[in-house]
T-cell receptor, first 117, second 113 residues
Framework: EAEVAQSPRYKITEKSQAVAFWCDPI?????LYWYRQILGQGPELLVQ????????DSQLPKDRFSAERLKGVDSTLKIQPAELGDSAMYLC???????????????FGPGTRLTVL | AQSVTQLGSHVSVSEGALVLLRCNYS??????LFWYVQYPNQGLQLLLK??????LVKGINGFEAEFKKSETSFHLTKPSAHMSDAAEYFC???????????FGRGTSLIVHP
């Protein structure tokens, strides 16, 4: 069964360092989402891509966070510099179509758990 | 803005007992509603969704939920809990046609032998 892949699964870093997370969506899925899940809370959408284009990054802290999906397939989320408050699970999800289209169920990857010391 | 409130951060049941996880939504128009399950250190899996067809929605693993507009609720139930149901459950809401969920804070289901 096709799955969303994420790496690394766990990352420990010191504050002010740069970190990067990678996501490979299910093959053929045009829409990709990055979520942040703080411990004890539900996931919050950070950025949404449709193919290689950003559709919504209104909740992405752009002073330190960046995301790209250059070829419209896999994606990278970067934080530079990391802060203590960035400790969270970072989830990637993909869907076949866009949110307002059919076949738009989101499939989630296992996440990357980030700890900033 | 749409939101959901999950009542109870933890729910504890005995194996074989009824599972009831509560969710109330806030929306100016009838929304789409979802329940997701998250096992430790894993991503989220969709259990079921309400998109304005039947108000009683059946999902995977024996779960179901009923949309009650008058009560603005979408509670999740399962007649008989299994040990394997122990996990974090998230209720979520989206605009009609959007399918981008806004999640609640989650309810941890604990199942005792």
């Amino acid at each position: 069964e096709a799955e969303v892949a994420q790496s690394p699964r766990y990352k420990i870093t010191e504050k002010s360092q740069a970190v990067a997370f990678w996501c490979d969506p299910i093959s053929g899925h045009a829409t990709l989402y990055w979520y942040r899940q703080i411990l004890g809370q539900g996931p919050e959408l950070l950025v949404q891509f449709q193919d290689e284009s950003v559709v919504d990054d209104s909740q992405l802290p752009k002073d330190r966070f960046s995301a790209e999906r250059l070829k419209g397939v896999d994606s990278t989320l970067k934080i530079q510099p990391a802060e203590l408050g960035d400790s969270a699970m970072y989830l990637c999800a993909s869907s076949l179509g866009g949110p307002s289209q059919g076949r738009n169920e989101q499939f989630f990857g296992p996440g990357t758990r980030l700890t900033v010391l | 803005a749409q939101s959901v409130t999950q009542l109870g951060s933890h729910v504890s049941v005995s194996e074989g007992a009824l599972v009831l996880l509560r969710c109330n939504y806030s929306s100016s128009v009838p929304p789409y509603l979802f329940w997701y399950v998250q096992y430790p250190n894993q991503g989220l899996q969709l259990l079921l969704k309400y998109t304005s067809a039947a108000t009683l929605v059946k999902g995977i693993n024996g779960f179901e939920a009923e949309f009650k507009k008058s009560e603005t609720s979408f509670h999740l139930t399962k007649p008989s809990a299994h040990m394997s149901d122990a996990a974090e459950y998230f209720c979520a809401v989206s605009d009609r046609g959007s399918y981008i969920p806004t999640f609640g804070r989650g309810t941890s289901l604990i199942v005792h032998p």
